[in-house]
């Protein structure tokens, strides 16, 4: 992405607008041409920017909240009780209540949920979908992210759980199942994980005789690296599935992509204020962090460019944030061209979990650009003190 770095405030994050538009189409594209009755809902949890929250609504994408914040968050950005998706396994009863009698797609995860159902007005017939917990280490060891500890979300299918649960369900006379929520969190993002999803989805309306308006296989995917699965591969590999039981005339299929969409047009750019040698390492510090990027601290690398350089090679190059973390420690160099101060690093691909997780520690939330036609708008200012305060009693 080819920007003036002298005139950013760093560090900064940069949307690449015709990457973002590129991606969401692409979505559409592949659902349309393979399963004609879809709903795609973003997922806040992953990048709740209000400005991204808003491109998304502009591009045909219902809010997929899991959160009382997240849900009235949608509301003010403009988005009906209609057009959310609310998951989750923290609900509070008033707002469940309000959701399902206005029309949002509320898919149920746990026994309280169920037990709320019951003070529904008794005058109307409501919807509402359940989450099903289900062993995916079975059909695919060592891809998902719980293990052989298994998930902690939904209603189990193997101990029984799920059956229960549909059967308190099915004896309240004004609830309607009309759908099944199937997201599994895995660590390969493989197509094993969704033919599996759709394949299971198969067998519980086999098993349990349901009639389904909406499938909901959740998130996970792959998006923006041409070495990965695509949109359209993902959609075939479910549809392959799904036709077995379900007809797109019938069940409306939902995806919940967060990562996919909007991980790949987000850079971060950071400034090298110093560098300094010690007896075992050449420190050069950035006033970014590696809280902004990888606030998890698991990455064990990323895509970068190293701006504004020496020629130089050096052998080895630790690349520091701002913070008094020792562990602040973003990437090691190794034979790259010298950087100095004044240089720039702009790391690629940061835009899943890393505004929403990145905490107010020492410096406040950076400032966020939207990159289109080579002319850059900020979108979130870089918060002072006064943003800080607010609220808060002095």
């Not at 396994?89 to 169920?114: C, H, T, W």
């Not at 560098?275 to 895509?303: C, Q, W």
Request: proline letters at 3%; hydrophobic letters at 35%; aromatic letters at 10%.
């Amino acid at each position: 992405m080819k920007v003036d770095y002298n005139n950013l405030i760093t560090p900064c994050f940069v949307i690449n607008k015709k990457e973002l538009q590129a991606n969401i189409n692409s979505l559409h594209i592949a659902l349309a041409n393979n399963w004609n009755n879809y709903m795609i809902g973003y997922s806040f949890k992953t990048n709740s920017l209000p400005w991204l929250v808003n491109f998304y609504k502009e591009n045909n994408c219902y809010a997929e909240v899991v959160s009382e914040s997240e849900y009235n968050l949608a509301l003010t950005l403009g988005y009906t009780k209609d057009k959310i998706i609310y998951n989750g396994p923290i609900k509070y009863k008033d707002l469940f209540l309000d959701a399902i009698i206005e029309g949002s797609i509320v898919n149920l995860d746990s026994q309280r949920e169920i037990r709320w159902l019951e003070e529904l007005p008794k005058d109307k017939k409501y919807k509402v979908g359940v989450r099903v917990n289900y062993d995916i280490e079975a059909d695919c060891p060592g891809e998902s992210t719980c293990g052989m500890d298994g998930g902690r979300f939904g209603f189990n299918l193997e101990n029984n759980s799920l059956a229960q649960a549909l059967e308190k369900i099915e004896k309240l006379e004004n609830i309607q199942i009309s759908g099944l929520h199937m997201h599994i969190s895995s660590k390969t993002r493989s197509l094993n994980i969704y033919r599996s999803i759709a394949n299971k989805v198969c067998e519980i309306k086999r098993q349990f005789g349901l009639e389904l308006e909406y499938i909901d296989v959740g998130g996970g995917f792959f998006g923006g690296l041409s070495t990965k699965p695509s949109y359209d591969e993902y959609v075939r590999i479910i549809k392959d599935e799904l036709e077995m039981e379900f007809s797109p005339e019938e069940t409306t299929l939902i995806l919940e992509p967060g990562a996919s969409v909007v991980g790949s047009p987000i850079d971060y750019i950071c400034r090298v204020m110093d560098v300094k040698e010690t007896n075992l390492n050449r420190f050069v510090i950035t006033n970014g962090s590696r809280t902004h990027i990888d606030p998890l601290m698991h990455k064990a690398n990323y895509f970068s460019n190293l701006i504004e350089v020496k020629e130089n090679v050096i052998d080895k190059q630790v690349v520091c944030g701002f913070t008094c973390m020792e562990n602040d420690r973003i990437m090691t160099l190794n034979d790259e061209k010298e950087l100095k101060e004044g240089s720039y690093i702009e790391f690629n691909k940061v835009g899943a979990y890393t505004m929403c997780l990145s905490p107010l520690f020492i410096e406040y939330f950076p400032t966020v650009y939207v990159k289109e036609n080579n002319l850059l708008e900020v979108v979130r200012e870089k918060w002072s003190p006064i943003e800080y305060i607010q609220k808060c009693k002095r």
